[in-house]
Structures are given as structure tokens and as C-alpha cells.
């Protein structure tokens, strides 16, 4: 997928400051992180007072529509997009550094994008954010 294909892409300050503080961690070194690092490098980033309120950053919980492009179904998933160690397996909590996770972040309500998946190609529709922490007062999590 080209960057022309992609939605814009606006992230906090304090989450980039963050997520570029892990992945300079050396147990980070060995995974492919190359796509969550292009999407730091082709972001706007703002202060977290800035952020609006219908943006997907880190520790905002948000249900999607995951639709599988193969065989044209779709399912609604909340989902809280965690740093590594609070991703405990739970279905309800995905790792920035899972791809699925690189792809959310900066996200807006409306937007959509394709992601490849085993057995093919899935579509990720953000439908509503029930939490995002700047819009909770906590610009400083």
C-alpha cells in the first residue's frame, strides 16, 4: 500500500515521544517494526491537548468493523490499543507492535484501511471511540 492510499495519519507528541522510547529498546530489535515506524515518520503529530477527540491513540478504546475481504463478512470488535506490557492475550486489548496495532493508531472515526491478514486482505472501519484519553482529561498518561 502506498502513502497516497493511506488516511492521514495525526498522533500526540507524547505518544510518538513514547513508541519511539520502545522501539529503541533492545528487546524490541529483532521484530519487524519497519511499518510502525513509517507511520510515525508520515505523521502530524500534535500536542495531546490538541488531539481531537475522534482520534485513535494509545490506551483509546475503539469498536471497529473487520470486514474480511475474502470472503466479504464482517464483524464488530472493540479493541484497546496497549503497549506491549499491558497486552496480556485478552482479545479486547491489541499491542501497538502487532501490526493490526501500527495500522489503528492515528486512526479517525470514518476512516478505513486494508490490511493484510493470513488467508488474505482485511478491511478495518474505526465505527466509534468510547474512550480516548486525551478527550478524558489525561494528557499526561
Known sequence: MTVANLPPLLLS???VERIEALLEQPAHHGLDTAALQAELNRADVVEPAQMP??????NSTARF???DGQHGTGEERELTLVYPREAD???DKVSILAPVGSALLGMRIGDEIKWPAPGGTLLLKVLSIRYQPEAAGELHR
Open 13 to 15: 507528541r507524547l505518544d
Open 53 to 58: 477527540a475522534d482520534v485513535i491513540t494509545m
Open 65 to 67: 468493523l473487520i470486514v
Open 89 to 91: 492475550g485478552s482479545l
